[in-house]
């Protein structure tokens, strides 16, 4: 039987072949068990991500946190939503995005530092730079709040979260969970627009790819094109500017 660190790495990088792809084995596990490995699983990726992603470095050293003994100890370590959109609105305004690729820069491990974002006229722009050259694919919010934020996730990371999210998916009803070698044959119907940079947008791809097989005529959308991250952000930054 494997020991009990290469469990909780396993659980940790394919929480999915973790349990199987099942959900009867999610839930089986036993509650003292599933609080070990979640707190070696946690004081796993804080030591291998503190000293690497920026802004957690800071808040843990301002909370004090050098270490994770109990499941407590993460709880001041939340990022607020609004860390997601703690850069200066004036950078999207005026289409900054050499200093908006920086202040992205604290959220990730991943180096940006060589990234060319010279010529970027826009939001949308600006995202499709960063997913052509680099492993992040950014999540954006609606910006409702007037202001948008911005998720860096890693293609490794919308893996791992999609094939995990599709076990409690297909398993409970009785079909066969998806992976990457082996997606259904489906058709699909999602009623939003075909692709764009939002968090709910974003997996459509995997939708289209999983569970239609790759088969775009086997998708159907509501609106067969894009939706616009830089229409999004319009009516935000209207409500910014209203008196």
């Not at 003292?32 to 490995?37: A, H, L, S």
Request: hydrophobic letters at 35%.
């Amino acid at each position: 039987m494997a020991s009990l660190d290469s469990q909780v790495d396993q659980m940790v990088t394919d929480p999915a072949g973790y349990f199987h792809r099942s959900a009867t084995q999610i839930h089986s596990i036993s509650r003292d068990k599933q609080d070990i490995m979640q707190l070696l699983g946690l004081r796993l990726r804080f030591e291998q991500l503190r000293d690497r992603v920026p802004i957690l470095k800071k808040l843990a050293d301002e909370q004090r946190v050098g270490e994770i003994t109990e499941l407590d100890d993460v709880v001041p370590l939340l990022f607020s939503h609004t860390v997601y959109k703690s850069y200066p609105v004036s950078l999207l305004e005026q289409n900054r995005f050499a200093q908006l690729t920086r202040w992205l820069q604290k959220l990730t491990t991943v180096d940006l530092s060589e990234l060319d974002v010279s010529g970027c006229d826009g939001v949308d722009d600006w995202i499709g730079r960063i997913d052509a050259h680099t492993p992040i694919r950014i999540r954006t919010s609606s910006g409702t709040s007037g202001q948008m934020s911005f998720i860096p996730r890693t293609v490794r990371e919308a893996d791992r979260h999609f094939y995990s999210m599709a076990i409690g998916t297909c398993d409970p009803v009785g079909l066969r969970v998806p992976t990457p070698e082996q997606p259904l044959d489906m058709h699909l119907v999602i009623p939003t627009f075909r692709s764009g940079y939002s968090g709910v947008l974003r997996p459509n791809d995997y939708y289209r790819a999983a569970i239609a097989g790759g088969d775009e005529s086997k998708a159907h959308f509501l609106y067969p094109s894009q939706q616009s991250a830089d229409l999004m952000f319009s009516p935000g930054a209207c409500g910014r500017r209203r008196p």
